[in-house]
Each structure stands twice: as structure tokens, then as C-alpha cells.
């Protein structure tokens, strides 16, 4: 459709034609409308068309999240390491410049170094602590997980003895088969 088209007024006709031509979903002519018109050829034309599909398909994450110790202690050594990364490339690039920085910016570097080594040991430590004291729950037989259901059970046993012993203790001795 060119400018004079665009700027003429309609008839009657050319306006039932432009109708059929165009839906309002698809104000631009290189851009196909949904239904591809109105009518019956326009359904088939729709119907040939390919189907869009979405730009992403969500997926349920595959593994669960990391604990929030482990999380924090991963965020901090990732801080460091990329610090100490920036640290070795200027004291690399003093040294080829031959700036008086570069020999500070070396001891830094290796300073850094060993604390990022500090770092990543942190989170192997945090989270083999953390599977130690919370059970592993990705694993069916897990030890951990049998060990709690132990341990609930047993308090559910001590929670039921405890309240039919003071059920008794209410009821003033009744029940007893002797009174001292």
C-alpha cells in the first residue's frame, strides 16, 4: 500500500476490501495476522501457516538449590577469586610497563592467591559440614533420613507416655488397682 493509498478516502468497496485484507492484530502489512483474515480462506491460510513456538520452555531445575551457608560461602570465594584474578593481570601488566606498582601489586597477588585458595577450601568445608549435621536427601537410603525418622518416632513415644501420665496424675489416682 503506498502514500497516495494510504491518504485517498475509502469507498465502499475498497473499504470491505481492506477489512478482508487486514485484521487489527496486524497493523503491518510484512506481518501476518493471527487468524489470517476474516472468512473461511483466511482459516485455511492460518491453518497452513507454521505454528509459533515460545522463545524459552521453562524446565523444574534438575538439581535442588544449594543450602544458604553454602550459597554465601560459594558467593564469597567467587568474589575473591575474581578479585584476585584483577590483581594478578594489573601486577602483569606493571611489570611489563615497568611501573613501581608492580612489585606491591605481586606480594598482593600472592596474598590474594592464598586466600582464594581459603575461600574455595571454605565452601568444600561448609557444605560437607552441612551435609553432616542436615543428612543427605537426594539419596533414598540415606542414613540421615532413617536416623530422623528414629528420632521422630521416639519423641512421639515420649510425647504419648508423657501425656497419659499426667491424664492419670488429673484424674487423682483413679484407675489404680491400689491406694497407698
Known sequence: MGTAERYEAPTAGDAAHLKAQRSPEA??????????????????????????????????????????????????????????????????LCTLAGSWLAFPMV????????????????????????????????????????LRRERRRARRQARAAERSQRRIQRRGGTGQLSHP
Open 27 to 92: 497493523p503491518d502489512h510484512d506481518i501476518p495476522a493471527r487468524d489470517g483474515g476474516a472468512g473461511p480462506v483466511g482459516r485455511a491460510a492460518a491453518e497452513e501457516q507454521p505454528q509459533y513456538r515460545p522463545l524459552w520452555v521453562e524446565e523444574p531445575a534438575r538439581r535442588r538449590r544449594m543450602p544458604d551457608p553454602v550459597r554465601t560461602a560459594a558467593v564469597r570465594a567467587v568474589l575473591i577469586i575474581a578479585v584476585t584474578l584483577i590483581q594478578a593481570m594489573v601486577a602483569f
Open 107 to 146: 606480594l598482593s597477588s600472592v596474598a590474594s592467591t592464598v586466600a582464594a585458595t581459603w575461600a574455595a577450601l571454605d565452601v568444600w568445608v561448609t557444605r560437607q559440614v552441612w551435609n553432616q549435621r542436615n543428612g543427605v536427601v537426594s539419596v533414598p537410603s540415606s542414613t540421615a533420613r532413617a
